[in-house]
């Protein structure tokens, strides 16, 4: 089952993921945010 979340961020923010988004090769900003949580969530296991 997929949940929709909404997300409040900064421009900052938003240009530090587009930027990864971009390097990574990635096609969308929810992806490159799945991305990171994957890796963060899988380091802190």
């Known amino acids: ?5 909404n997300v409040a961020m ?4 938003e240009k530090r ?8 090769g ?4 929810p992806e490159m945010i ?3 949580l ?3 969530l899988a380091r802190s296991n």
Do not use: C
């Open 34 to 36: 799945r991305y990171i």
């Open 1 to 5: 089952m997929t949940k929709r979340y």
């Open 17 to 24: 993921l587009e930027s990864q988004r971009v390097k990574r």
């Open 10 to 13: 900064t421009e900052e923010m």
């Open 26 to 29: 990635l096609d969308s900003t």
């Open 38 to 40: 994957s890796e963060h």
